[in-house]
């Protein structure tokens, strides 16, 4: 019996401690949340030592132990920490060149603060009555706020029902967050009303065109 007993909390043990080593393995990695790309031609990548680059996509998780590489003015990387998705650090292609740099080193730097609706079960968060939030985005889009102003979508913008959302090529996406919870997914190339998206209209002509 003690050896059974035994061998019962030996094997909790390395539960526990495989537990804590998937944890650790975790800590300090980067979840990347947006890619920004004017044009064919940038390439946004990153790499393990001195192994291969491997082409980033939105919603890949980097390793800590990785650095990231822009080598294309006018696009960017947004990436948030895997334990604070409120938090988020944004890497621009340089003039000319390219850039690298190492995920250890990005997280000293001081991040963006942005904040996303809390609905407590079936209730929305009054917060963002008519409101949409950015949670992820693939390409350029352009939101046009009801003043007339254009701005590039950004990761945690909050997007108002009278404004409007131009999204400039084929198959770059959008993911949108209501005040309670719920995420809807648009890809384009599409103009439409965020008043649209909110109140779940039909935002495609044709019922081929995925939505």
């Given at each position: 019996?003690?050896?059974?007993?035994?061998?019962?909390?030996?094997?909790?043990?390395?539960?526990?401690?495989?537990?804590?080593?998937?944890?650790q393995?975790?800590?300090?990695?980067?979840?990347?949340?947006?890619?920004?790309?004017e044009?064919?031609?940038?390439?946004?990548?990153?790499?393990?030592?001195?192994?291969?680059?491997?082409?980033?996509?939105?919603?890949d998780?980097?390793?800590?132990?990785?650095?990231?590489?822009?080598n294309?003015?006018?696009?960017?990387?947004?990436?948030?920490?895997?334990?604070?998705?409120?938090?988020?650090y944004?890497?621009?292609?340089?003039?000319?060149?390219?850039?690298?740099?190492?995920?250890?080193?990005?997280?000293?730097?001081?991040?963006?603060?942005?904040?996303?609706?809390?609905?407590?079960?079936?209730?929305?968060?009054?917060?963002?009555k008519d409101?949409?939030?950015?949670?992820?985005?693939?390409?350029r889009?352009?939101?046009?706020?009801?003043?007339?102003?254009?701005?590039?979508?950004?990761?945690?913008?909050?997007?108002?029902?009278?404004?409007?959302?131009?999204i400039?090529?084929?198959?770059?996406?959008?993911?949108?967050?209501?005040?309670?919870?719920?995420?809807?997914?648009?890809?384009?190339?599409?103009n439409?009303?965020?008043?649209?998206?909110?109140?779940?209209?039909?935002?495609?002509?044709?019922?081929?065109?995925?939505?």
């Amino acid at each position: 019996m003690r050896q059974i007993l035994r061998g019962a909390a030996v094997l909790l043990l390395l539960i526990a401690v495989a537990g804590v080593g998937a944890a650790q393995a975790k800590a300090g990695t980067l979840k990347c949340v947006g890619i920004y790309s004017e044009t064919s031609d940038g390439s946004i990548s990153y790499r393990v030592g001195t192994g291969d680059w491997v082409v980033v996509k939105v919603g890949d998780t980097i390793p800590a132990n990785a650095e990231i590489r822009v080598n294309v003015d006018r696009d960017w990387i947004e990436v948030t920490p895997a334990s604070n998705s409120n938090a988020v650090y944004e890497i621009h292609g340089p003039d000319s060149g390219e850039i690298i740099k190492k995920v250890t080193d990005i997280l000293k730097g001081k991040p963006k603060l942005v904040s996303f609706p809390k609905p407590k079960g079936a209730t929305p968060d009054a917060k963002y009555k008519d409101k949409l939030v950015v949670v992820q985005y693939l390409g350029r889009q352009v939101y046009m706020t009801p003043d007339g102003d254009e701005n590039d979508i950004q990761y945690g913008d909050v997007l108002d029902i009278k404004g409007k959302v131009r999204i400039i090529a084929i198959n770059n996406t959008i993911n949108l967050m209501n005040a309670s919870g719920k995420v809807t997914t648009v890809i384009g190339p599409l103009n439409f009303d965020v008043e649209k998206v909110l109140t779940n209209q039909q935002l495609y002509k044709y019922l081929n065109v995925p939505r």
